[in-house]
């Protein structure tokens, strides 16, 4: 059972910034996927980006240009740099992995972009 705890959410301003961390319990090295989805109220879980392992990391339009997904394979840690936030990017953010085509998420930290 991977665990995956994310960190970094909180209120910031329009055309601010916020980085999110994922802190998994194994070596993300052994996962074949790893990426950020977001889900805001009455809305559907959507994906933000990820990563395929060997590949580079894709992007939702939305968030293309402003959100940079990064990983630190020596803290089994992986990012998601926000950049230009606005009110539309509010919404839970999860982190979530795959190994052995299992689907692992963690319980999601908050992001609000409010003036």
């Known amino acids: 059972q991977v665990r995956l705890v994310e960190s970094g959410g909180g209120l910031v301003q329009p055309g601010g910034s916020l980085r999110l961390s994922c802190a998994a319990s194994?070596?993300?090295?052994?996962?074949?996927?790893t990426g950020w989805y977001r889900q805001a109220p009455g809305k559907q879980r959507e994906l933000v980006a990820r990563?395929?392992?060997?590949?580079?990391?894709e992007y939702a339009p939305s968030v293309k240009g402003r959100f940079t997904f990064s990983r630190d394979d020596g803290k089994n840690t992986v990012f998601l740099q926000m950049s230009n936030l606005n009110p539309g990017d509010t919404a839970r953010y999860y982190c979530?992995?795959?190994?052995?085509?299992?689907?692992?998420w963690g319980q999601g930290t908050q992001v609000t972009v409010s003036s």
């Open positions: 979530t992995i795959r190994q052995w085509g299992v689907d692992y």
């Open positions: 990563m395929i392992r060997g590949h580079s990391a």
């Open positions: 194994e070596s993300i090295g052994s996962f074949d996927v």
